[in-house]
C-alpha cells in the first residue's frame, strides 16, 4: 500500500518561503506522475503543479515564477519550494501520485497546512 506523507508546512509571513516535502513509502521511480494540489477553507481542491517520471514539469499560472516542483527518485521525496507566498496561498496542500492503467491508481497524502498571514 501506498503511502505518502507531507511535511514542511506553517506560519509564514508575506513575501516569505516554505519548501513542502512529500515522503513516498515506496519508490517514486514507478509513479507515472506526482502532484501538489491545495485547498483554501470553503473552497474546492485545486491543482497546484506536476511532474512526472522524466522530469518534465507544470505550475498553474497562479504559482508561476513564485513555486517550483521537483522530485528526488532517490530519496523517494517531491518538493514544492514556495516562494514570494501570498495570503492567497493559504491552504492544505496535498501531494498526489499517479500510475497510469490500466488500472488507473492515484493515491493521496493527508496534507500540511500552509498559512500566510502577517
Known amino acids: 500500500q501506498v503511502q505518502l506523507v507531507e511535511s514542511g508546512g506553517g506560519l509564514v509571513q508575506p513575501g516569505g518561503s516554505l519548501r513542502l516535502s512529500c515522503a513516498a513509502s515506496?519508490?517514486?521511480?514507478?509513479?507515472?506522475?506526482m502532484d501538489w494540489y491545495r485547498q483554501a477553507p470553503g473552497k474546492q481542491r485545486e491543482y497546484v503543479a506536476h511532474?512526472?517520471?522524466?522530469?518534465?514539469?507544470n505550475v498553474v499560472d497562479s504559482v508561476k515564477g513564485r513555486f517550483t516542483i521537483s522530485r528526488d527518485d532517490a530519496k523517494n521525496m517531491m518538493y514544492l519550494q514556495m516562494n514570494s507566498l501570498k495570503p492567497e496561498d493559504t491552504a492544505a496542500y496535498f501531494c498526489?501520485?499517479?500510475?497510469?492503467?490500466?488500472?488507473?491508481?492515484?493515491?493521496w497524502g493527508q496534507g500540511t497546512q500552509v498559512t500566510v498571514s502577517s
Open positions: 498526489n501520485a499517479i500510475k497510469y492503467g490500466p488500472p488507473w491508481q492515484t493515491f
Open positions: 511532474i512526472t517520471s522524466d522530469g518534465k514539469t
Open positions: 515506496g519508490s517514486i521511480f514507478s509513479f507515472n506522475r
